[in-house]
């Protein structure tokens, strides 16, 4: 933090940054591809896969999820510390599930 | 006025203005504006700590009552005051009140909103608006809280257990569950506008590593509220639907996993317990750098320890649940993540005690209150120990053992801080000083009672009392009275400040810009601040509890009006 430098609009409004534009273009495109991911989902539930059935249909649905987050909240376009911020929201929902997994898995070893 | 010969030869370290010619600077953030709507439409962060202050000691009373109750239906073995039901709704309602209206926002919303921003060298929080926002969600919340008491209370443990709290009981569980999902919004609010204003609105020199500990601690308890308070929304959201419509999720003849209710709701209720601590963490480590005239000891240690401990603190939940029926093998896992916390929160103890070796101790109220967080904090933190270690927790959970654990952590430790940092800051807040005798009083009785509530509970868990029954073997009667009579005497001790601290609203005396001659930015400034803080952003040019800075300063370096 040494090299940072003073920005004095920032002790009195934070909101004062530069923000990125996004093109109507660019929204465009995350509505389409969205309307392509909800198609391939209904088309996939067509198709019985076995055990990857849950592993395609959230495979899609997290694809969708980081279009809109990169594109739709303009992620890709923040400094490093919003990307990280993100990132830990990520971290702990993953911390959630392994962590509780962790119960599930091995809840019955030795039981049987 | 050096603080040089303030220190030597004296037993405190009070200095008070002139009397006869000292008055409450004119211009100030209470006088600037006036009337009912002047606050309740506020965006000025101390004018909305002075509110959450208000009511957080409303809502806090309203939780001892229950807490008296309580105490009262044990003096006896029998259930002679009240019926089971009701006793069940006595203590739900206590850790309802107490959770989540007391101790998530007491310090955070309290002294943290107040003090942050000056502490940074801002003119406010990043986001005034959702600042009072936050404030009314609160109130919302607690509104929900009591609607659901008049209309006949809920008595599912503030913990909503399921499935007694999906299928079983036929109390106001919605109206509850929505009162702590609007409060949750509330805690959230704040965290995020800690984060921002620490990430940037810290004025021209104040480094991370030239904050106070003060700040360190919020920001890393900010982290917990702002990841960890949507999973405990999501729980309750999944308990309201199980409820009203049947989902499923938390029922097993649908396929659904009562203990899933468990780790979402633990996921954040662990977590929550060091949001609560972690801002008293900070008000010891103001308190006991001023009245031992040094710098914290390990300064960088105890910054990071608040950040392990936030990180740490979500890898530990599951140590609530042993006794549920989870895997033995992920049970072993929690249990040895557990003993990990205890190792930043030592850092802190030792820490603070390197901090005390050769300072120039003074015993001024908020340092009595700081050795009394210190001493209960550490028996609480120890006995949690024992409870995370796997043998041990499956005698002691779910008796009186972890009550005592509980409250030692939470009442000895972050009420105590709450204490310490009220009386700390009281003069900063309304510029007047309480009587020093009084409060000095105060702070031992509460330090007697409390230890005379809490310690024998600990006997009786050990013994086999379980938590929460109304009726208990004659033979735990001894100790229950003991407990009885302490918590009358602890609550003289907390009754004893709201008079005082009110009566010195009006009649203290003149507590001048820097009575503790402490050296944060916040103690540079007129007392009450003005409502824009500072006149001139200031520059810091110095580390943080620098005495010598203090010492040698120029009167009018940090530029305010005087």
């Not at chain 2, 500990?213 to 309750?236: D, E, N, Q, R």
């Not at chain 2, 409250?407 to 009220?422: E, I, P, Q, Y």
């Amino acid at each position: 933090m040494s090299e940072h430098i003073y920005d004095a609009a920032n002790i009195t409004n934070p909101e004062h940054g530069e923000h990125h534009i996004v093109s109507p273009a660019q929204y465009s495109f995350v509505f389409i591809t969205l309307l392509i991911g909800t198609a391939i989902t209904v088309l996939a539930a067509n198709f019985d896969m076995g055990v990857f059935n849950p592993i395609i249909a959230l495979a899609i649905a997290s694809t969708k999820a980081v279009i809109v987050i990169l594109f739709f909240m303009h992620v890709k376009y923040q400094s490093n510390l919003i990307k990280m911020t993100v990132g830990a929201g990520f971290f702990s929902f993953l911390v959630l599930i392994t962590m509780t997994l962790s119960d599930y898995i091995s809840r019955a070893w030795g039981l049987w | 006025m050096t603080t040089h010969n303030l220190v030597r030869g004296s037993n405190t370290i009070i200095n008070l203005p002139d009397q006869s010619t000292a008055e409450i600077p004119k211009r100030n953030f209470i006088s600037n504006e006036h009337g009912l709507l002047s606050w309740l439409l506020t965006g000025d962060h101390k004018r909305i700590a002075v509110l959450y202050l208000i009511s957080i000691t409303f809502f806090f009373f309203i939780g001892g009552a229950f807490a008296g109750l309580i105490r009262l239906e044990l003096l006896t073995p029998q259930p002679d005051l009240v019926a089971s039901d009701t006793y069940n709704k006595f203590f739900t309602m206590h850790g309802v009140i107490m959770i989540f209206l007391f101790l998530v926002p007491s310090v955070p919303a309290t002294l943290g909103n107040f003090l942050i921003p000056i502490m940074l060298g801002a003119r406010d929080l990043a986001f005034p608006k959702i600042n009072l926002l936050s404030w009314y969600l609160y109130v919302i919340g607690g509104t929900l809280t009591l609607t659901a008491l008049v209309l006949g209370g809920v008595d599912t443990g503030w913990t909503f257990t399921t499935p007694l709290s999906t299928h079983y009981l036929n109390t106001h569980v919605v109206t509850t569950a929505t009162a702590i999902f609007v409060a949750g919004f509330s805690s959230i609010f704040t965290g995020l506008n800690f984060i921002v204003t620490i990430h940037r609105m810290r004025c021209p020199g104040m480094t991370w590593f030239r904050m106070p500990l003060f700040v360190w601690a919020h920001y890393a308890a900010s982290i917990l509220m702002v990841l960890g308070t949507p999973v405990l929304a999501i729980a309750i959201v999944l308990v309201a639907l199980e409820r009203l419509i049947g989902i499923g999720v938390f029922d097993p003849t649908k396929g659904g996993d009562p203990l899933l209710f468990q780790h979402l709701f633990w996921f954040y209720s662990h977590p929550a317990v060091y949001i609560m601590i972690l801002p008293g963490m900070g008000v010891i480590s103001e308190v006991i750098s001023t009245f031992s005239r040094k710098r914290i000891f390990g300064y960088t240690a105890v910054a990071f320890s608040s950040v392990a401990i936030a990180l740490f603190g979500f890898f530990v939940w599951e140590h609530h649940m042993f006794i549920m029926g989870v895997s033995n093998y992920s049970a072993l896992v929690f249990s040895l993540l557990t003993m990990l916390v205890a190792v930043p929160s030592a850092i802190k103890i030792f820490n603070w005690a390197f901090t005390l070796q050769k300072g120039s101790i003074t015993f001024e109220t908020p340092m009595l209150y700081a050795f009394g967080f210190i001493g209960l904090f550490t028996i609480g933190g120890l006995t949690g120990v024992f409870l995370g270690s796997l043998g041990m927790d499956i005698h002691l959970t779910e008796t009186y053992f972890i009550v005592a654990h509980f409250h030692f952590v939470m009442v000895g430790g972050m009420l105590m801080a709450f204490l310490s940092g009220v009386h700390f800051w009281w003069p900063k807040m309304t510029g007047r000083m309480y009587p020093e005798s009084l409060s000095k009083l105060a702070a031992v009785v509460t330090f007697i009672g409390f230890n005379l509530t809490f310690l024998p509970q600990f006997i009786l868990g050990y013994l086999g009392m379980p938590r929460r029954y109304h009726a208990y073997p004659p033979e735990f009667q001894v100790l229950n009275v003991l407990s009885t009579a302490g918590a009358t005497i602890l609550g003289v001790g907390y009754l004893m400040p709201v008079l005082y601290l009110a009566w010195s609203l009006k009649y203290g005396a003149i507590a001048g810009a820097n009575p503790w001659q402490a050296t944060g930015l916040e103690w540079q400034i007129q007392s009450p601040p003005l409502t824009e803080n500072f006149i001139e952003i200031p520059i810091m040019d110095h580390e943080a509890y620098d005495y010598d800075w203090l010492e040698h300063k120029t009167q009018p370096e940090v530029t305010t009006v005087g």
